[in-house]
Structure formats: C-alpha cells, structure tokens
C-alpha cells in the first residue's frame, strides 16, 4: 500500500465513519422516522432485519473481492468505490417514498443501500486484514470500531437539530454526503502485489470445521443478537416514557456513539494487554450491567449516562470480537473468511432486531432489557469451548482454534 501509517489509518477511520453515520440512522432514528408514518414496533424491528440480510450474504461479497481484481485496480478498492456510491446514490432514492403506503419499496431500498455498505465494509476489512501485521491488528479494529462511533456521533447530533429545522429528506441528504467523505482518499489508494502465499484457496475453509472457531462465531451472533436488539429500543423507550424530542433523540444516540468511541479505542489495546479470554469475559460483564441499567432508567437526565456507559460496553464487546476474529483468519481466504465472522454476527443482530421489537412489543422496553441481559450471560458457556479451560499467558489463549 502506497499510503503512509497516519493516513491508511485515517483512510479506515473514515471509511468506518462512513459507515457510522448509516449505522446511526438505521439502529437509533430510523425508528423513529418509521414510527412517525404510524409503523408498529414490529414493523420497524422487520425492516431493519431486512436491511441486514446482505450482512448476513456478504460471505459471497468477500469471495469475490478475495478472488478477482475488478478492472485492474485491485482485489478491494474498485469494489470499496462501488459499495460507496451505491449507498450515496440509493440514500438520495429512499428519501422520496412513504414507508407506510409503500412499505415493500422501502424495505427493498434499505437492502440496496446497506448491500452497498457490505460491499465497501467487508473489502475494508479485507484490505484491513491485507495490510496490517498481527501486532497492529488491535489497534486498527480500534480505529475502525472508534471511526464508525464517530459517525454516530456526528450524524446523531447533527440528524435532529436538521430534522426539526428542516425536514427528514434533508437528513437523508446529509447521509449521502458523508458516505462520500472517505472517497478521495480511496481513489488514491495503490494496492501491492498479492504475494502467493496470499492467493484464495478453498482449502483455507476447513478451518471452520474447529469447534473453538464454529463457536467464537456463535459468540458474535450472540453479542451482536444482545447489543444491537438493545441498541434499537433505548430511543423508543425514552420517548414512551418521557416524551422526548427528535433534537433529544439524536443528543441520546450521540451519547451512545461517544461510550462507543471510548470502547473501541480501549478495546483493541485491553484486548492485548489482558488476554483475550479476559477480554471477553469483561465484555460480556460490562454489557450485562449496561442492560440492567437501561431497564432501570428514571428521567431523560439519568439517561445520558446510562446510554455513554452501554455505547462504551458495546464498543468494548465489538472491538474485543473483531480483533480475535480478525487474528483468526487466514490470510489466503482474507476478506471470506472474517466475512463469515461477522455474517454469523449479524445473523444475531438480525434475529435480535426482530426479537427485541417483538418482546417490547409484549412485554415492555424495560422487561426486555431485563431478558437480554440474561441471554447475554450465555457467553459464560461459549468461552471455555473457544479459549479452553486451561489458564494461559495474555494474548495466547486462542490457540486450540488453530
């Protein structure tokens, strides 16, 4: 890579920002742009599975970036492009329909938009993985995790200040700017020679048949079933309970990004620091207390912080999840294979979106909270299979994965 280490570094910052600010709008407003055209909560938690499912298909997406250069530009970059303008493009289309008499075109319209963020997200990964040596790997997975936040936390702010002054299109609009942001400094970007070693082999599959990497992926699916279903309900919560505003809406989603921020900038160094058995056990800990404190909320101000210390916990947990699956992955099956990570984790955060409607729907947002932290303590079967039972020196406790 021709880029020096502050800018690739800053190239994937932005990228993940570019990401965040959709993030931002599809986990925290979207509700309530959906609930504002009369859409139940079930309606909402179904589109928002829908609009994951090329998260789930992107395996197919990182197969074809690990495979071919696309017009001679590189195995990722020139789909990196496409993935962007297809999110920019298609945000400017979906601005223009009713979600409530057209409800269908809609749903469609967020899966092209978030197919195109799959794209661009699982060849940064790639590109990620193609480029960065094993000892950086938690500090990139922190810039990524941090730079995605970032996009939360400007776009939250930004998005309800623009909506009430303006109009919900203009949000829309704003989304499609920023997805632009990272552009200049992909179209810059030379890819090296692929070595050899490096070259897509289907063999490199097989290391899923392991037991300790079939079951750190079910650890995704779990975190991410937990902390993105948790992740939809807070907004909705606080404007049952307390009437909030859309300007209060979009600070509260700011407060999440800004604890997110704080998670993945410590996650990827604690990751290395404490062990990655450790790692995960915290993780799981921090979360399970967030949770309980979101059910627990009494007035918009205990909220604030509230909401930092969950951002914070499900920084933490991601970025802990990304960095071991990324030190997982075999170079040969790069961009497929972590793909395949983070599919299974977003099977999870597809089926908790649903779920996690559903069960507010039923039972409350603060009941639900109360379950979902109770499922987040399922980690504590998952760990020994994935880390073993035998107590081992920080950082090397993966190696029955191998």
């Given at each position: 890579?021709?880029?020096?280490?502050?800018?690739?570094?800053?190239?994937?910052?932005?990228?993940?920002?570019?990401q965040?600010?959709?993030v931002?709008?599809?986990?925290?407003?979207?509700?309530?742009?959906?609930?504002?055209?009369?859409?139940t909560?079930?309606?909402?938690?179904?589109?928002?599975?829908?609009?994951?499912?090329?998260?789930?298909?992107?395996?197919?997406?990182?197969?074809?970036?690990?495979?071919?250069?696309?017009?001679?530009?590189?195995?990722?970059?020139?789909?990196?492009?496409?993935?962007?303008?297809?999110?920019?493009?298609?945000?400017?289309?979906?601005?223009?329909?009713?979600?409530?008499?057209?409800?269908?075109?809609?749903?469609?319209?967020?899966?092209?938009?978030?197919?195109?963020?799959?794209?661009?997200?699982?060849?940064?990964?790639?590109?990620?993985?193609?480029?960065?040596?094993?000892?950086?790997?938690?500090?990139?997975?922190?810039?990524?995790?941090?730079?995605?936040?970032?996009?939360?936390?400007i776009?939250?702010?930004?998005?309800?200040?623009l909506?009430?002054?303006?109009?919900?299109?203009?949000?829309?609009?704003?989304?499609?700017?920023?997805?632009?942001?990272?552009?200049?400094?992909?179209?810059?970007?030379?890819?090296?020679?692929?070595?050899?070693?490096?070259?897509?082999?289907?063999?490199?599959?097989?290391?899923?048949?392991?037991?300790?990497?079939?079951?750190?992926?079910?650890?995704?699916?779990?975190?991410?079933?937990?902390?993105?279903?948790?992740?939809?309900?807070?907004?909705?919560?606080?404007?049952?309970?307390?009437?909030?505003?859309?300007?209060?809406?979009?600070?509260?989603?700011?407060?999440?990004?800004?604890?997110?921020?704080?998670?993945?900038?410590?996650?990827g160094?604690?990751?290395?620091?404490?062990?990655?058995?450790?790692?995960?056990?915290s993780?799981?800990?921090?979360?399970?207390?967030?949770?309980?404190?979101?059910?627990?909320?009494?007035?918009?101000?205990?909220?604030?912080?509230?909401?930092?210390?969950?951002?914070?916990?499900?920084?933490?947990?991601?970025?802990?999840?990304?960095?071991?699956s990324?030190?997982?992955?075999?170079?040969?099956?790069?961009?497929?294979?972590?793909?395949?990570?983070?599919?299974?984790?977003?099977?999870?955060?597809?089926?908790?979106?649903?779920?996690?409607?559903?069960?507010?729907?039923?039972?409350?947002?603060?009941?639900?909270?109360?379950?979902?932290?109770?499922?987040?303590?399922?980690?504590?079967?998952?760990?020994?299979?994935?880390?073993?039972?035998?107590?081992?020196?920080?950082?090397?406790?993966?190696?029955?994965?191998?």
């Amino acid at each position: 890579m021709n880029l020096s280490r502050p800018v690739r570094y800053a190239m994937f910052a932005l990228l993940y920002f570019a990401q965040g600010a959709i993030v931002a709008y599809f986990a925290a407003l979207n509700s309530l742009y959906l609930l504002s055209y009369g859409l139940t909560m079930q309606q909402v938690g179904v589109i928002g599975t829908i609009a994951l499912i090329p998260f789930v298909l992107k395996i197919f997406l990182g197969m074809l970036s690990d495979r071919f250069s696309l017009l001679g530009m590189g195995h990722r970059k020139p789909y990196i492009i496409v993935g962007l303008l297809i999110q920019a493009g298609f945000l400017l289309v979906i601005m223009s329909v009713n979600p409530a008499s057209q409800y269908g075109l809609f749903a469609a319209l967020a899966f092209i938009i978030m197919t195109g963020q799959a794209l661009y997200d699982t060849c940064t990964d790639g590109l990620a993985l193609d480029t960065t040596p094993k000892e950086e790997m938690g500090t990139i997975q922190g810039f990524m995790v941090g730079g995605r936040a970032m996009g939360v936390v400007i776009i939250s702010g930004l998005i309800g200040v623009l909506v009430e002054a303006t109009s919900w299109q203009a949000a829309f609009i704003l989304l499609a700017v920023l997805t632009l942001v990272p552009l200049p400094l992909v179209l810059f970007l030379k890819e090296g020679a692929r070595p050899a070693e490096r070259s897509f082999k289907w063999g490199a599959f097989k290391a899923f048949g392991n037991l300790p990497v079939l079951t750190l992926a079910l650890l995704g699916a779990l975190y991410s079933f937990v902390t993105n279903g948790a992740n939809e309900l807070f907004n909705p919560l606080l404007q049952q309970d307390f009437d909030i505003s859309i300007t209060t809406a979009g600070l509260v989603a700011t407060a999440w990004g800004i604890g997110v921020v704080l998670g993945g900038l410590t996650g990827g160094r604690l990751v290395d620091a404490i062990g990655q058995r450790k790692a995960v056990l915290s993780a799981m800990t921090i979360t399970t207390l967030s949770l309980l404190a979101m059910a627990a909320i009494s007035s918009t101000a205990v909220a604030f912080p509230v909401i930092i210390f969950f951002g914070l916990a499900y920084g933490y947990y991601e970025t802990v999840y990304f960095a071991i699956s990324m030190n997982k992955t075999d170079p040969r099956i790069a961009a497929s294979m972590f793909s395949i990570f983070m599919a299974i984790a977003n099977i999870g955060t597809g089926i908790g979106l649903s779920a996690a409607g559903s069960l507010a729907d039923g039972v409350g947002f603060r009941m639900t909270f109360v379950i979902l932290a109770g499922i987040n303590l399922l980690a504590l079967v998952l760990v020994p299979v994935i880390f073993g039972r035998a107590k081992q020196p920080a950082g090397q406790e993966v190696t029955s994965a191998d």
